[in-house]
């Protein structure tokens, strides 16, 4: 019922920035939260960033904080990750996802984009 779609990823230098978006369709993002996480492989997939129905609410994971900001803007039903200061060990597939009952557990996560490539070489 509710699509997500992931845009803005790509390869940059150490220390460049990237600006990812998630494009929602089927129902406003105003009615519900909506998180990225990250997947390298071989890893886990990591919660990286949340943020609530208002937008007053934000949320980071603590290798992020100060580098990245997540914004949204209801009126395009859009959802923002700014990264800053990209290092290495950035470099992951990003999703966004929607309507958690849990904002730190992917599992938890109702509405999932097909992701996006970040590769962040040194």
């Known amino acids: 019922q509710v699509q997500l779609v992931e845009s803005g990823g790509g390869l940059v230098q150490a220390g460049g920035s990237l600006r990812l978006s998630c494009a929602a369709s089927?129902?406003?993002?105003?009615?519900?939260?909506v998180g990225w996480f990250r997947q390298a492989p071989g890893k886990e997939r990591e919660f990286v960033s949340a943020?609530?129905?208002?937008?007053?609410?934000?949320y980071y994971t603590d290798s992020v904080k100060g580098r990245f900001t997540i914004s949204r803007d209801n009126a395009k039903n859009t959802v923002y990750l700014q990264m800053l200061s990209l290092k290495p060990e950035d470099t992951a597939v990003y999703y966004c996802?929607?309507?958690?009952?849990?904002?730190?557990?992917?599992?938890?996560?109702?509405?999932w984009g097909q992701g996006t490539q970040v590769t962040v070489s040194s």
């Open positions: 996802a929607a309507y958690p009952s849990d904002y730190r557990d992917y599992k938890t996560y109702k509405h």
């Open positions: 089927g129902r406003t993002f105003s009615s519900f939260a």
């Open positions: 943020i609530t129905w208002s937008g007053s609410n934000t």
